[in-house]
């Protein structure tokens, strides 16, 4: 649970490593192996793992970035970025790296694990969202469990990983490119199907861009997918949305009220205002910055939340004002 204050710069980031490969994978993503920068084994990891990087010399200038390679840990990390030309600068500096160049790292850590009792997977990837399930993938493969892997890029040239893809997965690997029309994209409720299927029940998992995540979680839901199996990751808070406005906010019991800006989340207008609001993820996972409506209508952005739970709450991170104003018990 993160409040505002932040823990020591060396106890978030006891691992310094070293960059040991750069190369392309795309036109838009760069590969990049490191090793223990002071010679020693680097701490294992699952499929679905992440790693947090220091990508300037604030200790708060970090992006999370998956770990690929969880079926060889032959000490060393793998990862992929994504170059984000409007981003803040970090992927562009991850992209610069040089073999040799030193960074500082957290230890890993899975929030999207894979779950624990056999099953069968449908692992759902679009553009950088490989990353987590090619390291699903591998492991799958390895214990030859079953799965299958369904991959969507905007063109061939855009996926990366996917000669692997195609030769490691066999037929359990399908690929899906559009060329810009959603119309010949993942025929999603055909690659979802039914939960419990050829007589064994199955978890989906995706990592993607949010647009194609929700669309996977709407279509399992649809296809009565309990909540539980239905798995997925995203990094960094949502940018935006076309039409989204300012808003006004009242605290009732701190006697505060807020403005709230259209590009600003009602957590971080709490923050500048000097309030020291719980939350933790900042992706709207958690839930646990969720706070009480008690007047006016919210716009629900999260994924922690049941329906009958927004009909009196919502999560500030990333949830928003339908109406002119609200009134929240904090």
Same mark, same amino acid.
């Given at each position: 649970?993160? *409040?505002?204050?932040h823990?020591?710069p060396?106890?978030r980031?006891p691992?310094e490593?070293?960059?040991?490969a750069?190369e392309?994978?795309?036109n838009?993503?760069? !590969?990049?192996?490191?090793?223990?920068? #002071?010679g020693g084994?680097l701490p !294992?990891?699952?499929?679905?793992a992440h %790693?947090?990087?220091?990508?300037?010399a604030?200790p708060d200038?970090?992006r999370?970035?998956s770990l690929?390679?969880?079926?060889n840990?032959s000490?060393?990390?793998?990862?992929a970025v994504?170059?984000?030309?409007?981003?803040?600068?970090?992927s562009?500096r991850?992209?610069?790296?040089?073999?040799?160049?030193r /960074?500082?790292? $957290?230890?890993?850590?899975n929030d =999207?694990? /894979?779950?624990?009792?056999?099953h +069968?997977?449908v692992?759902?990837a #679009?553009?950088i969202?490989?990353?987590?399930?090619?390291?699903?993938?591998?492991?799958?493969?390895?214990?030859?469990?079953?799965?299958?892997?369904?991959y969507?890029?905007?063109?061939? #040239?855009d996926?990366? =990983?996917r000669?692997e893809?195609a030769?490691?997965?066999?037929a359990?690997? *399908?690929l899906?490119?559009?060329?810009?029309?959603p119309?010949? !994209?993942?025929?999603?409720?055909?690659v %979802?199907g039914g939960?419990?299927a050829?007589?064994?029940?199955?978890?989906l998992?995706?990592c993607?861009p949010?647009? /194609?995540?929700d669309a996977v979680?709407?279509?399992?839901?649809? /296809?009565?997918?309990?909540?539980?199996?239905? *798995?997925?990751?995203?990094f960094g808070?949502?940018?935006?949305?076309?039409g989204d406005?300012?808003c006004?906010?009242?605290?009732?019991?701190?006697g505060?009220?807020?403005?709230?800006?259209?590009?600003?989340?009602?957590?971080?207008?709490m %923050?500048?205002?000097?309030l020291?609001?719980? =939350?933790?993820?900042r992706? #709207?996972e958690?839930?646990?910055?969720?706070?009480?409506?008690? +007047? !006016?209508t919210p716009e629900?952005? @999260?994924?922690?939340?049941? @329906? +009958?739970e927004r009909?009196?709450?919502?999560? %500030?991170?990333? $949830?928003?004002a339908?109406?002119?104003?609200l009134?929240?018990?904090?």
């Amino acid at each position: 649970m993160t *409040h505002t204050q932040h823990s020591p710069p060396d106890a978030r980031w006891p691992l310094e490593l070293e960059v040991v490969a750069s190369e392309p994978l795309t036109n838009a993503i760069r !590969g990049l192996t490191f090793k223990s920068a #002071g010679g020693g084994a680097l701490p !294992g990891f699952t499929a679905g793992a992440h %790693i947090r990087i220091q990508t300037a010399a604030s200790p708060d200038d970090e992006r999370s970035y998956s770990l690929i390679n969880s079926a060889n840990q032959s000490g060393h990390y793998e990862i992929a970025v994504k170059l984000e030309p409007n981003g803040r600068g970090g992927s562009r500096r991850m992209h610069a790296l040089q073999p040799g160049e030193r /960074l500082r790292a $957290s230890l890993p850590k899975n929030d =999207f694990p /894979l779950h624990g009792v056999p099953h +069968e997977a449908v692992l759902i990837a #679009g553009g950088i969202g490989i990353t987590p399930i090619l390291s699903m993938a591998r492991t799958l493969a390895a214990s030859g469990a079953r799965f299958q892997l369904h991959y969507a890029c905007r063109t061939p #040239g855009d996926a990366a =990983f996917r000669e692997e893809v195609a030769q490691s997965c066999g037929a359990h690997a *399908h690929l899906y490119f559009d060329h810009g029309d959603p119309s010949r !994209g993942m025929p999603l409720a055909q690659v %979802i199907g039914g939960y419990y299927a050829s007589g064994a029940k199955r978890h989906l998992y995706v990592c993607g861009p949010r647009p /194609l995540i929700d669309a996977v979680i709407a279509t399992a839901r649809a /296809l009565h997918w309990p909540a539980d199996h239905v *798995h997925f990751e995203l990094f960094g808070a949502p940018s935006a949305a076309p039409g989204d406005r300012a808003c006004r906010v009242e605290l009732r019991r701190s006697g505060r009220t807020l403005d709230v800006g259209p590009q600003q989340s009602i957590l971080d207008a709490m %923050i500048d205002a000097g309030l020291d609001p719980l =939350f933790d993820c900042r992706r #709207g996972e958690c839930g646990v910055c969720a706070l009480r409506v008690l +007047e !006016g209508t919210p716009e629900h952005r @999260d994924y922690a939340l049941g @329906d +009958e739970e927004r009909e009196q709450q919502m999560c %500030i991170c990333v $949830s928003r004002a339908r109406s002119e104003s609200l009134v929240l018990d904090a």
